[in-house]
C-alpha cells in the first residue's frame, strides 16, 4: 500500500507518509551535501583563479618569480617549499612512526602500552597556531643555536647544510611538522600492524627466528603496503599545515638547496598575503595557489584511502 | 637413517649476534616510543611556564590594549571562541547527524562507500581553503567579515566527522530495537528519531564533542573569515575575535608584552581543548561500561 | 569409574612394544624396551594460563623417530601440549608452568637455555598453513636457514631440493619456484610449511591438526607424507580425528580435560584400550 521503504513488512502509521518522504530527503541531502561540498571547494577555488589562469597559463606552475608589485605572479617557489618541507617530515616521521607502532603492538606491556597511546592522542589535540608559538619561541632559538651549529659543522660539506643560519627555515618547518603528523602516522600504523595474522608471527617464531626477526620477516613484509598508504595518509597531513609552518619557515619565495635558508609553503603564502591582496589579480594568483594546493591535497589523500582500504579489506580507515 | 648431527646450526657467535642485534632493535623501538611523545610534554611544560604567570584577572576580563601599550586581557578572544564554536555546531552538526543518520538508516552499501569515501577525503581537505572558500561565499557577497563566515567555515569542517561518528553509533543500535518500534506501528521517521537516535544519543554526543576539539584550535580558517576584532563585536555580522587568531597575531608581533598574552592565551586554548578531551574520555568509558 | 587413573608410568610403552605394532614395523618387533630411543622425556608436567590450569601432571615418554598421535575432545589440552613442546606457549603472556621437560636429553626450560635454539630443533606446522606471501615458494623454504646465517649457494640449493622432495611437492613447483607462497593451493601451501620446517633439519617435527582445513585428497597426500617423515623424523602430530590417527600414528597419546589418560601403541589403544574413557572417546560416545 505504501511506497515508503521499511525494513519490515509492517503498515507505516496513517498519516505518516508525508513526514516519513520528507525526513528521508533531508537525510539524503545532507549525505549528498558531503560530495556537493568537494565539487563546490573546487568551484570556488576555480572562479576565485579565472583570473590568474587567464593571465599566466600553466606557466604559472613553473616560474618562480613572485612580485606583487610588477604583478608578477608563479607557484614555483611554494610548491617546491612544499614539497621539500613535507619530504623532510616524512623522513623523520615515518621511521619514528612506524617503530613507535612497532613497539606498542609487539613489545610494549598493557600498563606501558596505555599512557603513551594516550601521550600521542593528545600530542594530536595540540593546535597547530600553538606548536608554531612553540616553535618560534622555544624551538627555533635551539635549533639556531644548537642543532643547525651542528649540523653545519659536521655534515657542512653537503649543499643542504650550507649558508647563513637564521633559525626560521625549511628544516625547521619539516620538524614541526614531522611532529604534527606523528600521531596519525603512528595510529595508522599501529592498525595495520594490528591487522597482520598472529599465524604469521607464530610460522616465523617455529622456525626459530628472534624477535626482530619475527618483526621484520612476518609483520613488516606483511604489512609493508598498508604502512606505505600510512606514509601518504602523513604526507596529505603535511601538505596542507599551515600556522605552524608559516611561524617557523621564514617566508621568503625563494627556492635553495640549503635547508637552513627560509623557505615559503603554498599554504603559507595563502595565509600571510591573502588578506593584504591588493589587486584583483594579487587575489587570483592566490586563489590559483589554493586550488593546487587543494588538488594536491585531495589526490593525495584519496591515494592513501585507496591503499589502506586494500589492505584491510572493509571500510576505508577513519582519519580524524 | 640415523639422525646425524646437522651441519648447519649456527655457530655460538651468529647465534649471540642475532640475539644481540635483536635486544639493540628493541632498544631503539623504545628509544623512539619515548622520542615520539617527547615533544607533548616539552610544549606542555612551555605553556605552563611562560603562560601561567599572565593569568589574572585582567587576562580574563579586560580587551587588548592598543598596539605598543602594556597591559590588557584577552576577554574578546575567549568569548569569540565560545561563540565561533556555538556557531559551527548549529551550522555544521545538524548536517553531519542527517548524513549519518542516511548513512546507517537509508544508504545502500554502494551509496555508502562512496559517500563515507568523499567524506574522508573533505576531511584532508587543507583548513585553510575552507577559509578561502567561505571568503568568496560569505564575505564578498555580504561585503565584510563576519563571525557567520567563521562559523560557518568551522561548521563545514565539522561536517565530514560529525557524519562519521554519528554512523559508527547508529550502526551499534540492534536491530531488534527498530524491528519492535516498526511493529508498533511506529512511523520508520520517528522509530529513528526517538528510538535509534535517543538510544545512542551519548555517542553522537561524543562525536560532537570530539570534532569541536578538533576545530577550537584552528586558526587558518579564520583568517579571513572571522578575521579577529581587538574590540568586542555587537553583533555576529561584524568580525569576531578568536584566541586561535589572537595568538597567531601577538605571537608574530614585535612586543615582548604581546608574547607573554600569546603564551597566556595559548595556555586557555590547550586547557579548553584539554577539557573537551576529556569530557569524551568520561563519557565514553561510560558508554563501554553499560553496552 | 568415578575417577580419573593416574597418567600411565613408563612401562605401559614397553609393554606395548612387545605386542604387535602397527603397519610396516616388523624390525622393531624383537627390539628390547630400554633400546628404544625417548624424544621426550616428560615428567609431572603441569601448565597454567593465569588462574586456569590447562595441564595436569602430565608424564610421558615420547618415542624418536616414530609418529605419536594425540587425541582427545576439544579443550582437552592437546594444543597447548604441543606446543609446550617447543616454547610456543610462551608467546601467551601469564602463562606458568612446572615439572620437567627434556628434549634428547635436555632441558628445555633448564637456565639459560634459549627459546630460539630449541625452534630450531623442534619445528612446527601450523593447523592454517602460513607461508610468508611476501615471499616466493624458494625464498619461504629457505628462510629458516637464512636466518641461521647459511649463505653457501650449492647448500641452499640442495636443502631446497632435499626439503621440497621430502615434502612431497618437488614435482608440482620445481618449474615455479619463484612464484609467492601463497599462490598454491591450500594443500600445495601446506607441503610448503612442512617443507619450510625440514629445511632446517629439525630433530622433531610438531603438527598441530595440519589437516583439518584441507580436503581429502589433500589430506591423503599429507598423511602419505607423514609416513615417509618417520624413519628421520620424530613427529608428534595433534589431531581430532581418530581415524587418521589411527592410519599414521605408531603411538597415541588421548589427552581429557588437561590429564593424559592413556598412552601405548596406536593399536592397543583403538582396539583394546585399558581405560574406560578412552574407550568411550574411541568408540565415539563422547567429544
Same mark, same amino acid.
Given at each position: 500500500?505504501?511506497?515508503?521503504?521499511?525494513?519490515?513488512?509492517?503498515?507505516?502509521?496513517?498519516?505518516?507518509?508525508?513526514?516519513?518522504?520528507?525526513?528521508?530527503?533531508?537525510?539524503?541531502?545532507?549525505?549528498?551535501?558531503?560530495?556537493?561540498?568537494?565539487?563546490?571547494?573546487?568551484?570556488?577555488?576555480?572562479?576565485?583563479?579565472?583570473l590568474?589562469?587567464?593571465?599566466y597559463?600553466?606557466?604559472?606552475?613553473?616560474?618562480?618569480?613572485?612580485?606583487p608589485?610588477?604583478?608578477?605572479?608563479?607557484?614555483?617557489?611554494?610548491?617546491?617549499?612544499?614539497?621539500?618541507?613535507?619530504?623532510?617530515?616524512l623522513?623523520?616521521?615515518?621511521p619514528?612512526?612506524?617503530?613507535?607502532?612497532?613497539?606498542?603492538?609487539?613489545?610494549?606491556?598493557?600498563?606501558?602500552?596505555?599512557?603513551?597511546?594516550?601521550?600521542?592522542?593528545?600530542?594530536?589535540?595540540?593546535?597547530?597556531?600553538?606548536?608554531?608559538?612553540?616553535?618560534?619561541?622555544?624551538?627555533?632559538?635551539?635549533?639556531?643555536?644548537?642543532?643547525?651549529?651542528?649540523?653545519?659543522k659536521?655534515?657542512?660539506?653537503?649543499?643542504?647544510f650550507?649558508?647563513?643560519?637564521?633559525?626560521?627555515?625549511?628544516?625547521?618547518?619539516?620538524?614541526?611538522?614531522?611532529?604534527?603528523?606523528?600521531?596519525?602516522v603512528?595510529?595508522?600504523?599501529?592498525?595495520?600492524?594490528?591487522?597482520?595474522?598472529?599465524?604469521?608471527r607464530?610460522?616465523?617464531?617455529?622456525?626459530?627466528?628472534?624477535?626482530?626477526?619475527?618483526?621484520?620477516i612476518?609483520?613488516?613484509?606483511?604489512?609493508?603496503? @598498508? %604502512?606505505?598508504?600510512? $606514509? =601518504?595518509?602523513? /604526507?596529505?597531513? !603535511?601538505?596542507?599545515?599551515? +600556522?605552524?609552518?608559516? &611561524?617557523?619557515?621564514?617566508?621568503?619565495?625563494?627556492?635553495?638547496?640549503?635547508?637552513?635558508?627560509?623557505?615559503?609553503?603554498?599554504?603559507?603564502?595563502?595565509?600571510?598575503?591573502?588578506?593584504?591582496a591588493?589587486?584583483?589579480?594579487?587575489?587570483?594568483?592566490?586563489?590559483?595557489? @589554493? %586550488?593546487?594546493?587543494? $588538488? =594536491?591535497?585531495? /589526490?593525495?589523500? !584519496?591515494a592513501?584511502?585507496? +591503499?589502506?582500504?586494500? &589492505?584491510?579489506?572493509?571500510?576505508?580507515?577513519?582519519?580524524? | 637413517?640415523a639422525?646425524?648431527?646437522?651441519?648447519y646450526?649456527p655457530?655460538?657467535?651468529?647465534?649471540?649476534?642475532?640475539?644481540?642485534?635483536s635486544?639493540?632493535?628493541?632498544?631503539?623501538?623504545?628509544?623512539?616510543?619515548?622520542?615520539?611523545?617527547?615533544?607533548?610534554?616539552?610544549?606542555?611544560?612551555?605553556?605552563?611556564?611562560?603562560?601561567?604567570?599572565?593569568l589574572?584577572?585582567?587576562?580574563?576580563?579586560?580587551?587588548?590594549?592598543?598596539?605598543?601599550?602594556?597591559?590588557?586581557?584577552?576577554?574578546?578572544?575567549?568569548?569569540?571562541?565560545?561563540?565561533?564554536?556555538?556557531?559551527?555546531?548549529?551550522?555544521?552538526v545538524?548536517?553531519?547527524?542527517?548524513?549519518?543518520?542516511?548513512?546507517?538508516?537509508?544508504?545502500?552499501?554502494?551509496?555508502?562507500?562512496?559517500?563515507?569515501?568523499?567524506?574522508?577525503?573533505?576531511n584532508?581537505?587543507?583548513?585553510?581553503?575552507?577559509?578561502?572558500?567561505?571568503?568568496?561565499?560569505?564575505?564578498?557577497?555580504?561585503k565584510?567579515?563576519?563571525?557567520?563566515?567563521?562559523?560557518?567555515?568551522?561548521?563545514?569542517?565539522?561536517?565530514?566527522?560529525?557524519?562519521?561518528?554519528?554512523?559508527?553509533?547508529?550502526?551499534?543500535?540492534?536491530?531488534?530495537?527498530?524491528?519492535?518500534?516498526?511493529?508498533?506501528?511506529?512511523?520508520?521517521?520517528?522509530?529513528?528519531?526517538?528510538?535509534?537516535?535517543?538510544?545512542?544519543?551519548?555517542?553522537?554526543?561524543?562525536?560532537?564533542i570530539?570534532?569541536?576539539?578538533r576545530?577550537?584550535?584552528?586558526?587558518?580558517?579564520?583568517?579571513?573569515?572571522?578575521?579577529?576584532?581587538?574590540?568586542?563585536?555587537?553583533?555576529?555580522?561584524?568580525?569576531?575575535?578568536?584566541?586561535?587568531?589572537?595568538?597567531?597575531?601577538y605571537?608574530?608581533?614585535?612586543?615582548?608584552?604581546?608574547?607573554?598574552?600569546?603564551?597566556?592565551?595559548?595556555?586557555?586554548?590547550?586547557?579548553?581543548?584539554?577539557?573537551?578531551?576529556?569530557?569524551?574520555?568520561?563519557l565514553?568509558?561510560?558508554?563501554?561500561?553499560?553496552? | 569409574?568415578?575417577?580419573?587413573?593416574?597418567?600411565?608410568?613408563?612401562?605401559?610403552?614397553?609393554?606395548?612394544?612387545?605386542?604387535?605394532?602397527?603397519?610396516?614395523?616388523?624390525?622393531?618387533?624383537?627390539?628390547?624396551?630400554?633400546?628404544?630411543?625417548?624424544?621426550?622425556?616428560?615428567?609431572?608436567?603441569?601448565?597454567w594460563?593465569?588462574?586456569?590450569?590447562?595441564?595436569?601432571?602430565?608424564?610421558?615418554?615420547?618415542?624418536?623417530r616414530?609418529?605419536?598421535?594425540?587425541?582427545?575432545?576439544?579443550?582437552?589440552?592437546?594444543?597447548?601440549?604441543?606446543r609446550?613442546?617447543?616454547?610456543?606457549?610462551?608467546?601467551?603472556?601469564?602463562?606458568?608452568?612446572?615439572?620437567?621437560?627434556?628434549?634428547?636429553?635436555?632441558?628445555?626450560?633448564?637456565?639459560?637455555?634459549?627459546a630460539?635454539?630449541?625452534?630450531?630443533?623442534?619445528?612446527?606446522?601450523?593447523?592454517?598453513?602460513?607461508?610468508?606471501?611476501?615471499?616466493?615458494?624458494?625464498?619461504?623454504?629457505?628462510?629458516?636457514?637464512?636466518?641461521?646465517?647459511?649463505?653457501?649457494?650449492k647448500?641452499?640449493?640442495?636443502?631446497?631440493?632435499?626439503?621440497?622432495?621430502?615434502?612431497?611437492?618437488?614435482?608440482?613447483?620445481?618449474?615455479?619456484?619463484?612464484?609467492?607462497?601463497?599462490?598454491?593451493?591450500?594443500?600445495?601451501q601446506?607441503?610448503?610449511?612442512?617443507?619450510?620446517?625440514?629445511?632446517?633439519?629439525?630433530?622433531?617435527?610438531l603438527?598441530?591438526?595440519?589437516?583439518?582445513?584441507?580436503d581429502p585428497?589433500?589430506?591423503?597426500?599429507?598423511?602419505e607424507?607423514?609416513?615417509?617423515?618417520?624413519?628421520?623424523?620424530?613427529?608428534?602430530?595433534?589431531?581430532?580425528?581418530?581415524?587418521?590417527a589411527?592410519?599414521?600414528?605408531?603411538?597415541?597419546?588421548?589427552?581429557?580435560?588437561?590429564?593424559?589418560?592413556?598412552?601405548?601403541?596406536?593399536?592397543?589403544?583403538?582396539?583394546?584400550?585399558?581405560?574406560?574413557?578412552t574407550?568411550?572417546?574411541?568408540?565415539?560416545?563422547?567429544?
Amino acid at each position: 500500500m505504501s511506497s515508503a521503504p521499511t525494513t519490515t513488512y509492517v503498515m507505516p502509521a496513517p498519516g505518516s507518509r508525508g513526514p516519513d518522504i520528507a525526513f528521508k530527503w533531508v537525510a539524503v541531502f545532507a549525505a549528498a551535501m558531503i560530495v556537493v561540498l568537494i565539487v563546490l571547494v573546487g568551484w570556488e577555488l576555480y572562479s576565485g583563479s579565472r583570473l590568474a589562469i587567464a593571465k599566466y597559463g600553466p606557466g604559472f606552475l613553473w616560474s618562480s618569480e613572485w612580485d606583487p608589485v610588477l604583478e608578477k605572479f608563479g607557484a614555483l617557489p611554494f610548491i617546491f617549499g612544499t614539497l621539500v618541507s613535507s619530504l623532510i617530515s616524512l623522513l623523520i616521521a615515518v621511521p619514528l612512526g612506524v617503530a613507535t607502532a612497532l613497539f606498542l603492538t609487539e613489545l610494549a606491556p598493557l600498563k606501558v602500552r596505555q599512557p603513551i597511546i594516550i601521550a600521542i592522542e593528545m600530542l594530536a589535540a595540540v593546535p597547530s597556531v600553538i606548536f608554531g608559538l612553540w616553535g618560534v619561541f622555544i624551538l627555533i632559538p635551539w635549533l639556531r643555536d644548537s642543532l643547525f651549529l651542528w649540523l653545519k659543522k659536521s655534515l657542512g660539506f653537503l649543499p643542504l647544510f650550507q649558508g647563513p643560519i637564521y633559525g626560521v627555515s625549511m628544516l625547521a618547518a619539516g620538524i614541526i611538522i614531522a611532529i604534527m603528523i606523528l600521531p596519525i602516522v603512528t595510529s595508522i600504523s599501529r592498525e595495520i600492524l594490528r591487522s597482520v595474522p598472529n599465524l604469521q608471527r607464530e610460522a616465523a617464531y617455529a622456525l626459530g627466528a628472534t624477535r626482530w626477526e619475527v618483526l621484520k620477516i612476518a609483520v613488516l613484509s606483511y604489512a609493508r603496503r @598498508g %604502512l606505505f598508504g600510512a $606514509a =601518504v595518509l602523513g /604526507l596529505g597531513r !603535511a601538505l596542507g599545515e599551515t +600556522m605552524a609552518v608559516t &611561524m617557523v619557515i621564514g617566508n621568503r619565495p625563494q627556492i635553495s638547496a640549503s635547508l637552513f635558508a627560509p623557505g615559503y609553503t603554498l599554504a603559507s603564502v595563502v595565509a600571510n598575503e591573502f588578506t593584504e591582496a591588493t589587486t584583483d589579480l594579487y587575489l587570483s594568483a592566490l586563489f590559483e595557489i @589554493g %586550488l593546487v594546493l587543494f $588538488a =594536491v591535497a585531495i /589526490l593525495v589523500n !584519496a591515494a592513501a584511502q585507496v +591503499m589502506l582500504k586494500s &589492505m584491510t579489506g572493509s571500510g576505508p580507515i577513519k582519519v580524524n | 637413517m640415523a639422525m646425524t648431527e646437522s651441519p648447519y646450526l649456527p655457530t655460538p657467535q651468529f647465534a649471540r649476534w642475532r640475539k644481540v642485534k635483536s635486544s639493540a632493535v628493541t632498544g631503539v623501538l623504545v628509544v623512539c616510543a619515548f622520542a615520539v611523545i617527547a615533544p607533548l610534554f616539552l610544549v606542555l611544560y612551555f605553556l605552563l611556564s611562560k603562560g601561567f604567570s599572565s593569568l589574572d584577572w585582567n587576562f580574563f576580563t579586560q580587551l587588548p590594549k592598543p598596539t605598543g601599550e602594556v597591559g590588557g586581557g584577552m576577554a574578546n578572544a575567549i568569548v569569540g571562541t565560545m561563540v565561533l564554536l556555538a556557531m559551527a555546531t548549529v551550522f555544521g552538526v545538524p548536517f553531519g547527524i542527517f548524513g549519518g543518520i542516511y548513512l546507517a538508516e537509508y544508504g545502500s552499501d554502494r551509496a555508502n562507500n562512496w559517500i563515507r569515501f568523499a567524506a574522508d577525503v573533505l576531511n584532508g581537505v587543507p583548513s585553510i581553503v575552507w577559509g578561502m572558500v567561505v571568503y568568496l561565499i560569505l564575505v564578498v557577497p555580504f561585503k565584510g567579515f563576519s563571525a557567520y563566515a567563521g562559523g560557518v567555515a568551522l561548521g563545514l569542517m565539522m561536517v565530514p566527522l560529525v557524519m562519521r561518528t554519528t554512523e559508527e553509533v547508529l550502526i551499534l543500535v540492534p536491530q531488534s530495537y527498530r524491528e519492535a518500534a516498526l511493529a508498533l506501528g511506529v512511523a520508520r521517521w520517528k522509530m529513528i528519531v526517538v528510538i535509534v537516535v535517543r538510544t545512542a544519543l551519548k555517542g553522537i554526543a561524543t562525536g560532537v564533542i570530539v570534532a569541536l576539539a578538533r576545530i577550537a584550535g584552528e586558526t587558518a580558517p579564520l583568517l579571513f573569515t572571522a578575521l579577529g576584532n581587538t574590540f568586542w563585536s555587537h553583533n555576529l555580522k561584524e568580525p569576531i575575535s578568536a584566541l586561535p587568531l589572537q595568538i597567531f597575531a601577538y605571537g608574530l608581533s614585535p612586543y615582548d608584552d604581546w608574547h607573554r598574552q600569546a603564551w597566556a592565551g595559548a595556555l586557555v586554548l590547550m586547557a579548553l581543548i584539554i577539557v573537551l578531551n576529556v569530557t569524551v574520555r568520561i563519557l565514553s568509558r561510560d558508554r563501554s561500561q553499560t553496552d | 569409574m568415578s575417577t580419573l587413573p593416574e597418567a600411565p608410568a613408563g612401562h605401559k610403552v614397553s609393554e606395548s612394544l612387545k605386542a604387535a605394532p602397527g603397519p610396516a614395523r616388523a624390525a622393531e618387533a624383537g627390539l628390547p624396551a630400554d633400546a628404544e630411543e625417548v624424544a621426550f622425556d616428560i615428567n609431572n608436567f603441569s601448565l597454567w594460563y593465569g588462574q586456569r590450569q590447562a595441564l595436569q601432571d602430565v608424564t610421558i615418554r615420547i618415542p624418536a623417530r616414530k609418529v605419536t598421535a594425540i587425541i582427545g575432545p576439544s579443550g582437552c589440552g592437546k594444543s597447548t601440549f604441543l606446543r609446550a613442546l617447543n616454547r610456543m606457549h610462551e608467546l601467551t603472556p601469564g602463562t606458568r608452568l612446572e615439572g620437567s621437560l627434556r628434549h634428547f636429553g635436555e632441558d628445555l626450560y633448564g637456565p639459560g637455555v634459549e627459546a630460539v635454539a630449541i625452534r630450531r630443533r623442534v619445528g612446527m606446522v601450523f593447523q592454517k598453513s602460513n607461508p610468508f606471501p611476501t615471499m616466493s615458494i624458494a625464498e619461504n623454504v629457505l628462510v629458516g636457514l637464512r636466518l641461521n646465517g647459511v649463505r653457501d649457494k650449492k647448500v641452499l640449493q640442495s636443502r631446497l631440493e632435499e626439503s621440497l622432495h621430502m615434502a612431497a611437492l618437488w614435482n608440482e613447483v620445481k618449474d615455479v619456484l619463484n612464484r609467492p607462497g601463497t599462490s598454491l593451493s591450500g594443500g600445495q601451501q601446506q607441503r610448503l610449511c612442512i617443507a619450510r620446517s625440514l629445511a632446517v633439519q629439525p630433530q622433531t617435527l610438531l603438527m598441530d591438526e595440519p589437516c583439518s582445513a584441507l580436503d581429502p585428497l589433500a589430506t591423503a597426500k599429507i598423511e602419505e607424507l607423514i609416513q615417509t617423515l618417520r624413519e628421520r623424523y620424530t613427529v608428534v602430530i595433534v589431531t581430532h580425528n581418530m581415524q587418521q590417527a589411527a592410519r599414521c600414528s605408531d603411538r597415541t597419546a588421548f589427552f581429557y580435560l588437561g590429564r593424559l589418560i592413556e598412552f601405548g601403541n596406536t593399536r592397543n589403544i583403538f582396539t583394546s584400550p585399558s581405560n574406560p574413557q578412552t574407550e568411550a572417546y574411541v568408540s565415539g560416545r563422547f567429544g
